[in-house]
């Protein structure tokens, strides 16, 4: 291959995989990793769970032991990045540096979206993205009796599940009318919804945040209805922004993140992109797709690396997501977004395990399993194969799934 | 210390040095062993590190649990020696283990 020098801009999950991909696909050039945060790649999800609740430290969660990036001869940086200069194929850091390669992938995620409120930069309010975020919160925290989390998505709801298990009183707000309303079906979130109020979260939906009050700590958070509730903590879980600034800069087309190809290509032939902050078009789904998932990323790597050494790879595994909440164990299969049809197996309403099965024309589209790995582990498969499952058959509990992939409604496609 | 054989699919094989308490997926990425991802981080959450233990181990390695049967039987590779790597310790008595990979993870 005629790539003698690599540069990976951004210590994410995508960078770690990237470095043992490109070494698996023949790349025997340099390679180096530049990240602005102290430490190599680690694990994100377990931000908002084991981390937050003290059960695991930063160096449990390293994706690879820094022995591997000595054995696959990466070099790591750290710096910031703030310019690509094409034309010259350098990047510049923040430290005066100026780093040559010969081929670039941009890894650089992206950031929590931040409230734009009265008191929003109190002490005491905390975004969750990366490792210092998750530390801040944990500082000090013995002291915390109420806290507050904005936004019951799966970042807000995973925070507020660590948070009671620290024995913290835990207030959930969310704008819209369910919990996980952007992601899930109604069944799943009255689910969520239904937990969190047994696990003794105030779940406060349709509200909305006026300000954030207190002199230089946050002592609650005033609704648009006037009430407040009282807070020592206030965790943002709304959303994330994708880091697209550099590739913007430097003349690369940008939109819902740096745009790329199937095989991970910006519109420069020497720049590539992978993970949360990169756009690319999912031929499974039939539209492009920004994800915020460590498969996702993997996948990505994965294919940049094999483009970068001259291998025909496109996107194409199918995107799965997991959350942890108290005792749940949510693995989701696929995107749902589009589906005409849920069909259950188990009962959401009682208990804590069940799966909910999205079909879009009867086919199998995406799957949420709340501690159902086999449901999970079915629905990667089915969805995979394009499968059109029998409604009865998949509700059916007596029905064994592996039976359903073995039948003949395989839809061709 | 000791090794632990993986070997890929096509027959390729890796010996990797045995890290007492690390598990089998942690010491396949560590080493860059092609097949393994691990990409929940070792959660038994997303089935990509099946490995088959050679039959001659099962009973050093032990079987697999009820929560590694309900991620690994569904994958049309499943064997009766077939695990999650991440959920099986190296330890001073695996010396010498050899484990096989599936042609796919799933």
Known sequence: MDAERVVIVG??????????????HGCEGEIELIGDEPSLPYQRPPLSKA?????????????????????????????????????????????????????????????ARRLELPGADLTGVHYLRDAADAAAIRSGLDGVGRAVVIGAGYIGLEAAASLRKLGIAVSALEMADRVLQRVTAPEVSAFYDRVHREEGVDLRLGVGVAA????????????????????????????????????????????????IDAHGRTDDPCVFAAGDCANYPDGRYGRRLRLEAVSSAVEQAKTVAATICGKDAAISALPWFWSDQYDLKLQIAGLSGGYDEVVLRGDPSTGRDFACFYLADGRLIAADCVNRAQEFMFAKRAITMGLAPDRAALTDPETALAELLRAPSVVAG | MGTITFIEYDGTTHDVDLVDGASLMELATTNGIPGIDGDCGGEASCGTCHV??????????????????????????????????????????????????????M
């Open chain 1, 11 to 24: 210590a994410s999950h995508a960078a770690a995989q990237l470095c043992g991909s490109l070494r698996q």
């Open chain 1, 51 to 111: 981390l937050l609740s003290g059960e695991s430290t930063l160096d449990d969660l390293l994706i690879r032991k820094p022995e591997f990036y000595e054995k696959q001869r990466v070099a790591f940086r750290r710096g910031r990045v703030t310019r690509i200069d094409r034309a010259s194929g350098v990047v510049e850091l923040e430290d005066g540096a100026v780093v040559r390669y010969d081929r670039l992938v941009l890894c650089t995620g992206a950031r």
């Open chain 1, 212 to 259: 954030i009050e207190g002199d230089d700590h946050v002592t609650g958070v005033r609704l648009t209805d006037g009430d407040v509730v009282p807070a020592d903590r206030v965790i943002v879980g709304v959303g994330v922004v994708p880091n697209v600034e550099l590739a913007r800069d430097a003349g690369l087309a940008v939109d819902d993140g740096i745009v």
């Open chain 2, 52 to 105: 088959i233990v050679d039959a001659e181990w099962t009973s050093a390695t032990g079987t697999r649990s009820g929560e590694e049967s309900q991620m690994i039987e569904m994958s049309p590779e499943c064997e009766p020696h077939s695990r999650l790597a991440c959920q099986l310790k190296a330890c001073p008595s695996l010396d010498g283990l050899k484990v096989r990979l599936p042609e796919f993870q």
